[in-house]
């Protein structure tokens, strides 16, 4: 089967500093998987990459077996409108706007008209636990309701991948719990596949699996039968 | 049991007397709790009586503590086998853990290959815990929940192991 997802041997660095060197990683469609790894490991770098927003500078990035990362930045743009969703750690909300304007957005900025876009983006806030908040802007959200509303804007359009980068980096671990229960379990009902950073075992242990990037480069556990 | 373990460990490193395999014992593992004499020479019988070990002969001077050990092949397979192995993902591993690596830096094995097999056993039972909070009432919620923060603090103690592992070689090969 063709991985979803699919990096191979990139290398990546900024300026003198090598951030990627030689990174593989296959995600299956509808899989969940951890990025771990230490701080500076590269794992941030290597969602980036595979997302489209950052262009390696050596090896392949694939999206459903066809190579991304040789299109221009016009391309790569409208991949990652139309076919992934976002949710990084903080400061991702558009202050001005209200929390189903903020839902909204990817749908509106996909060329939808605004009532059929905001009624659609209305669905999600029983699903998160919104309930009423959809006229509250960002300032009068708690970082868990924020979060929530981020993780309704990063699947509201039907992504085929969500990329999320430390998505409860910022909030405290029960709060962060919930979102990732959220998170995963909305993922699994709408077949979505997640490729989630994060540096907490108990966020990873929402994955199906987990790979751990070390130096620029990906290691998955070793198996666990017979020594080496 | 890590007793005997440690020991045929040690006697991979070296044929050694008991009194010696009981200080080096004390010295990496036994710092809160030394080993009782009677205890390496229990262990030592039963080691030499399964052919994990083959006791030298008495040397001049008599008395248990003038034998020389020395590992056997199938003891040192043990070893092996017993390195490379990740513990069963419970709370308060930490001196298993511990012995394990310090044993196989002392042996030169690959140590950080074992902490990466032990990090994926426990975030594999992190994940069934994790499973088991999805469905599950308050009482076993809360019991998933102790067992997620004990491995979260063992994974914290194995990240910090695998940063430290050339300094730790230094010292315990010293």
């Known amino acids: ?228 | 049991m890590t007793v005997p373990f440690a020991l045929l460990g040690l006697l991979e490193r070296e044929p050694s007397h008991g009194y010696e395999l009981k200080r080096d014992y004390d010295t990496y593992f036994g710092r809160d709790k030394p080993l009782p004499f009677g205890q390496v020479y229990a262990t030592l019988g039963r080691l030499a009586r399964d052919g994990k070990v083959i006791a030298g002969d008495a040397e001049p001077g008599g008395g248990p503590d003038r034998k020389r050990y020395v590992i056997t092949e199938q003891g040192a397979t043990e070893v092996q086998t017993w390195l490379a192995e990740p513990v069963e993902p419970e709370p308060h591993l930490q001196t298993v853990l511990f012995v394990k690596v310090v044993l196989a830096l002392m042996l030169d094995r690959d140590a950080e290959k074992y902490l990466d097999r032990q990090r994926a056993a426990h975030l594999q039972r992190m994940r069934e815990l994790t499973e088991v909070k999805r469905n599950a009432g308050t009482v076993d919620a809360l019991m998933a929940d102790h067992g997620l923060f004990h491995l979260e603090a063992d994974l914290r103690w194995i990240d910090l192991t695998a940063a430290r592992l050339s300094k730790l070689a230094e010292e315990v090969r010293a």
Do not use: C
């Not at chain 1, 190579?67 to 903080?90: C, K, T």
């Not at chain 1, 868990?144 to 910022?170: C, I, K």
């Open chain 1, 1 to 228: 089967m063709t991985p979803l997802v699919e990096a191979r041997d990139i290398h990546l660095s900024f300026g003198p500093t090598p951030a990627l060197r030689g990174a593989t990683l296959a995600v299956e469609r509808g899989e969940i998987v951890a990025v771990m790894g230490p701080s500076g490991s590269g794992k941030s770098t290597l969602l980036h990459s595979l997302a489209g927003i950052l262009a390696p500078d050596s090896g392949e990035v694939y999206l459903d077996g066809r190579r991304i990362d040789v299109l221009g930045e016009g391309e790569r743009s409208a991949l990652r409108r139309d076919r992934f969703g976002f949710v990084f750690q903080f400061g991702q909300l558009v202050p001005e706007l209200t929390a189903e304007e903020n839902v909204a957005l990817p749908l509106l900025l996909g060329g939808a008209r605004r009532a059929p876009a905001l009624a659609r983006a209305r669905t999600w806030f029983d699903r998160l636990e919104l309930d009423d908040l959809g006229a509250r802007r960002s300032g009068e959200l708690s970082g868990g309701q924020a979060q929530r509303v981020a993780v309704a804007r990063g699947l509201v359009a039907g992504p085929e991948v969500l990329f999320a980068d430390e998505p409860t980096g910022s909030l405290d671990s029960l709060t962060g719990e919930r979102v990732m229960e959220l998170l995963t379990a909305t993922a699994r009902e709408q077949n979505v596949t997640v490729v989630l950073v994060t540096h907490e075992p108990r966020v990873a242990a929402y994955a199906d699996r987990e790979v751990m990037v070390r130096d620029g480069r990906v290691t998955s556990p070793a198996p666990l039968v017979g020594a080496s």
